[in-house]
């Protein structure tokens, strides 16, 4: 018999567990409750109802590791993504003006690439390329309601799932193994909890609220030059960010601390959220009503968290044929852009260990021991990272905050050595965009002892022989009464 592998959600882990399982002797079948997309990506962007994806027409950036994969693996998406408006942008064309003359090209440079492209555009290319695979189906407008559970062996057996399609009654679709790609609302663990299965689930907050909003070049307007005027930034009280995106759109992503409750609430309307970018050398020019117009209102979103979701338990899977993949079972801060990379990724690793091995048992083990080795690096430097920010953004709060020597020091080493090295060396820059862009570990950069020592000797070198960036913007107390806003 044929089997059968039933992904629930057609979001970016579902279409990623498509594309690393679908094999002409196998079925592959992907529910999403949504309605397929419309027929291009502009009418996907204008009109596709997206329920079960909350943050579809929020800021996306892709990294190195998602291009590379689809590079690499699969040569037909990326030549379809190019033709729908996607930008890859390598590293030589996203340095700064200062660092281009100096640059020289070097291996793996061209693994070092943004995908630009908004998140609607990337996910109407990745399903026309999904569609094309053999044995893959998709069943659209169907909800699963359950999972079909076996609590007969030593350990409980997903056998399927139960759908239910335009409101008629339930059927069950049995399936050889379920792919939970349900995203960050995935409730499918709830109902192995409820069925005596223990799911651990590490859980700490994000700290922050986001506010998106899409922009379109006009016609004959270029984008901005990458000069020192940093497209993103982190003000204590705000952190903002510039995304480029295809087919001339570009969007804006303010990231609010969840304690600055005044300033979360007005950045939801359109006119202060363009009150507060006109504000910020780094975004103003980019929104100069000479060179963009807006296309959309602000949208918000909250309750953002890093989870990481625990499927083998003192070496032991806790549940047999069902694996979690993106959102469902890891998710980290949107700001850090990692999301869809670690997504497909994390698809790949479990297309990798399906074709492995045909035990239920080994594939649960070596897809929980892979994806600790090569996801749980980055979520657990990006965790510690937000908890600092929280405690920065508080801070900003208290005008009688003095900061202790330990948390000088820091801040001294992230302002004084490592952000002037990036813009002034590139092997350093390289380094840490390695690991930025999840094609090395977070912080294998500081193993390396030439990039040490010049990200130290930066650290030595008097403050006037060094590139800063110019202000970002204004203090909190200036931005808010600018925004008629109390400070306290
Ligand atoms: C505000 C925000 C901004 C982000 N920005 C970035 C970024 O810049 N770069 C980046 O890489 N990542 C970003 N992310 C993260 C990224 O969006 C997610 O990591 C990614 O979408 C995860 O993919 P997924 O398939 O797991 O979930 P989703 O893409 O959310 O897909 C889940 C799918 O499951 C379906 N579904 C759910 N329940 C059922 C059910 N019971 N039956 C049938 N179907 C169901 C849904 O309809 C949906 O299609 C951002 C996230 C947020 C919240």
């Not at 290319?125 to 609590?151: H, M, N, Q």
């Not at 790609?181 to 409820?194: F, M, N, V």
Request: with cysteine; hydrophobic share 40%; aromatic share 8%.
């Amino acid at each position: 018999m044929t089997d059968r592998i039933v992904v629930v959600g057609a979001g970016i882990a579902g279409l990623g567990a498509a594309m690393a399982l679908a094999r002409a002797d196998r079925e592959v079948v992907v529910v999403d409750r949504d309605p397929p997309p419309p027929p291009n990506v502009e009418t996907c962007f204008d009109t596709w109802e997206r329920k079960g994806v909350t943050q579809l027409r929020h800021s996306h950036v892709f990294l190195g590791c998602l291009v590379t994969l689809i590079r690499d693996r699969h040569p037909r998406l990326h030549e379809m993504l190019k033709k729908a408006g996607a930008r890859e942008v390598d590293f030589e064309e996203s340095l700064p003006l200062a660092l281009r003359d100096k640059y020289t090209p070097m291996n793996g440079d061209r693994d070092l690439a943004f995908l630009f492209s908004r998140r609607t555009t990337l996910e109407y290319t990745i399903r026309a390329y999904v569609e094309t695979l053999p044995g893959v189906r998709f069943l659209t407008s169907t909800i699963v309601r359950d999972l079909i559970l076996d609590k007969s062996g030593p350990v409980p057996a997903v056998k399927g799932v139960r759908i239910e399609r335009d409101g008629a009654a339930p059927e069950d679709l049995t399936a050889t193994d379920v792919i939970d790609a349900c995203g960050r609302s995935s409730i499918l663990t709830d109902w192995l909890r409820e069925r005596g299965v223990t799911i651990d689930e590490e859980k700490s907050p994000a700290g922050i609220l986001y506010f998106t909003r899409h922009y379109r070049l006009r016609d004959g307007q270029d984008e901005p030059p990458r000069d020192m005027i940093p497209g993103a930034g982190d003000l204590g009280y705000i952190k903002y960010g510039v995304f480029n995106a295809d087919n001339r759109h570009f969007s804006i992503t303010l990231a609010v601390p969840e304690i600055e409750s005044e300033l979360r609430t007005a950045t939801l309307n359109p006119a202060t959220f363009d009150a507060i970018c006109n504000k910020i050398p780094g975004m103003a020019r980019w929104i100069d009503p000479a060179r963009a117009e807006p296309v959309t209102k602000v949208f918000g979103m909250g309750n953002l968290h890093n989870v990481w979701r625990h499927f083998v338990k003192a070496g032991a899977p806790v549940v047999l044929n069902y694996f979690a993949v993106g959102d469902s079972a890891i998710r980290t801060n949107p700001l850090y852009g990692r999301g869809c990379s670690s997504a497909v990724l994390h698809a790949h690793i479990l297309g990798d260990v399906m074709s492995a091995t045909e035990d239920a048992c080994e594939r649960a083990i070596a897809f929980d021991k892979r994806t600790r080795k090569e996801i749980r690096p980055f979520w657990d430097a990006l965790m510690k990272q937000d908890l600092g920010a929280i405690r920065r953004a508080k801070n900003e709060q208290d005008p009688s905050y003095k900061p202790r020597l330990k948390a000088r020091l820091i801040k001294s080493f992230a302002d004084d050595a490592v952000g002037p090295a990036t813009r002034s060396n590139l092997g350093v820059l390289r380094a840490i965009m390695k690991g930025f862009h999840m094609l090395a570990m977070p912080t294998a950069w500081l193993t390396q002892p030439t990039v040490v020592l010049r990200v130290l000797g930066t650290w030595l070198t008097p403050k006037s022989k060094k590139p800063y960036p110019p202000k970002l913007g204004p203090e909190r107390k200036e931005m808010l009464e600018a925004l008629g806003l109390k400070t306290a």
